[in-house]
């Protein structure tokens, strides 16, 4: 007995068997699904290497939970928001934050933390300035540029962690404006957190994000203050105590 008919044999009798034209279909649909996959991951590659893997620069690439150090009871509570974040997030309950407080406070370090862990397991993530963001987006308008402005939205759009970093630094023009109201759109339309980091207090944010914006990203969002005093000088006084 052949291996056909062995298998046949082991059929149930209600099993009808796949025809070559059926089995030709089928291999034809999953090449294309394969193609169309790999042309997609290919665009956000070529996208991602055009921006840098993450954003994260050299002195946040180590930031970690385990490296931080919490000396206080906001230190605490900012630290379990972001580790409570990440299992959210792989529980399937993706949710915005915003990190406000002045400078060394360390609200990169644990924005850092948090996508360093999404990394981990292969998530993306792009952790930019407003400043950098409008650059990389004038950019784009350029002819000679290596992506297209609608590829770098739509990677905007669906990167699965993006981070806004020093929100309200600078003052942006309506133009600017618009766009950050159209990415932070997007991304609640495809359910994709949005993380925010800004010196201001919600007053001031509010003024410079929009109502309409803030509403978004705190619908399902955590709000952290950073009130205690940057991380080097609470070091050097805790030295000078000595
Ligand atoms: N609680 C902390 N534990 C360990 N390192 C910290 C802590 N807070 C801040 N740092 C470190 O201090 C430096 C400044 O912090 P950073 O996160 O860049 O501040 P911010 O973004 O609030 O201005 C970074 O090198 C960071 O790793
Ligand atoms: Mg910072």
Redesign the pocket.
């Known amino acids: 007995m052949n291996l056909m008919q062995k298998l046949q044999q082991a059929m149930p009798s209600h099993v009808v068997p796949y025809t070559r034209e059926q089995m030709e279909q089928i291999h034809q649909q999953s090449v294309e699904q394969t193609s169309l996959a790999a042309y997609e991951h290919h665009q956000s590659c070529k996208v991602q290497a055009v921006l840098g893997r993450s954003g994260i620069g050299k002195?946040?690439l180590k930031?970690s939970f385990e490296?931080?150090?919490?000396?206080n009871q906001g230190?605490r509570q900012a630290f379990n928001v972001s580790r409570r974040w990440v299992s959210e997030f792989f529980d399937g309950m993706p949710k915005n934050f915003v990190?406000s407080?002045?400078?060394?406070?360390?609200?990169?370090?644990?924005a850092?933390a948090m996508a360093n862990a999404l990394m981990a397991r292969n998530k993306s993530v792009l952790v930019i300035t407003v400043a950098e963001l409008m650059l990389k987006i004038r950019d784009k308008y350029n002819k000679a540029s290596t992506i297209t402005e609608a590829q770098f939205m739509k990677y905007l759009a669906e990167v699965d962690l993006l981070v806004l970093?020093e929100v309200g630094v600078q003052r942006m023009n309506d133009h600017e404006a618009i766009m950050l109201n159209s990415i932070v759109d997007a991304r609640y339309t495809n359910e994709k957190p949005t993380g925010i980091?800004s010196n201001l207090n919600v007053n001031d944010l509010t003024q410079v994000l929009g109502e309409r914006v803030i509403e978004r990203l705190l619908e399902s969002g955590e709000w952290v203050s950073?009130t205690w005093e940057?991380?080097?000088r609470q070091a050097r006084n805790i030295k000078g105590a000595d």
């Open positions: 002195k946040h930031c490296n931080y150090t919490t000396a230190q990190f407080g002045s400078t060394g406070t360390g609200k990169n370090h644990l850092c970093d980091l950073f940057s991380y080097r």
